[in-house]
Structure formats: structure tokens, C-alpha cells
């Protein structure tokens, strides 16, 4: 499975920014998805994640209110919608498909990554 992430860019605080992961082929429909990012420096971290059937979700308390994420299993693409970016948003950011249906917030249950994404918040 491939995935590719998509949609990030340079942003003013405040502003919205949408990022896409589209995967190689359909088996990710029955997979749960999440989004993480890494700061430099830091260790990736977090940020959400959604059921197979896009019914459950999770997000980071930091994210939380913020930031949605949703997908589309005809399209085999996942979005994070992200709203009243700040500049501690700023970082790679990395779709994954986890090896179960159930949305997690731990690295570990996810087989595979995409390459990442880079999202830079101006204050």
C-alpha cells in the first residue's frame, strides 16, 4: 500500500489549510486512518484518526475543535481539514492506514506511512 500526502503549504496564523492522502488501492477502505506530524526536533506526535467507515473519530486535545478529518473509501483518500492554524501546527505531516478498523491514537497500530507533508505556520 502507498499512500501519498498532499496540500500542504506556507499559511498565516488564522488561516485554513486541507491536506489529502490518497492510497494505491482499495484494501484501505477496511482500514481505520490517522494523521500524525513531527515537528523538528520533536517526536512525531498524534493528531487524528477515523474508523474504516468514517463513523468514529479521535483528534489530539491540541487539535481538537480545530482540525477534521473525514474520507472518502470510492475515492481511497482521507482529508484533514484544518481550521485556525497556529504556528505551533508547524510540521511534517504524515498519513498512515492502520492494521485494524478501530481509529488509534498509537503509532505502533499503524503498518503503513505516507511520505509526509510540510505545513508551515507564519505568526
Known amino acids: 500500500v502507498q499512500l501519498q500526502a498532499s496540500g500542504g503549504g506556507l499559511v498565516q496564523a488564522g488561516d485554513s489549510l486541507r491536506l489529502s492522502c490518497a492510497a494505491s488501492r482499495r484494501t484501505v477502505s477496511n482500514n481505520a486512518m490517522g494523521w500524525f506530524r513531527q515537528a523538528p526536533g520533536k517526536e512525531r506526535e498524534f493528531v487524528a484518526a477515523?474508523?474504516?467507515?468514517?463513523?468514529?473519530?479521535s483528534y489530539s486535545d491540541s487539535v481538537k475543535g480545530r482540525f477534521t478529518i473525514s474520507r472518502d473509501n470510492a475515492k481511497n483518500t482521507v482529508y484533514l481539514q484544518m481550521n485556525s492554524l497556529k504556528p505551533e501546527d508547524t510540521a511534517a505531516y504524515y498519513c498512515?492506514?492502520?492494521?485494524?478498523?478501530?481509529?488509534?491514537?498509537?503509532?505502533?497500530?499503524?503498518?503503513?506511512w505516507g511520505q509526509g507533508t510540510q505545513v508551515t505556520v507564519s505568526s
Open positions: 498512515a492506514a492502520a492494521r485494524g478498523s478501530v481509529p488509534s491514537t498509537s503509532r505502533s497500530s499503524y503498518a503503513y
Open positions: 477515523i474508523s474504516w467507515r468514517g463513523g468514529d473519530t
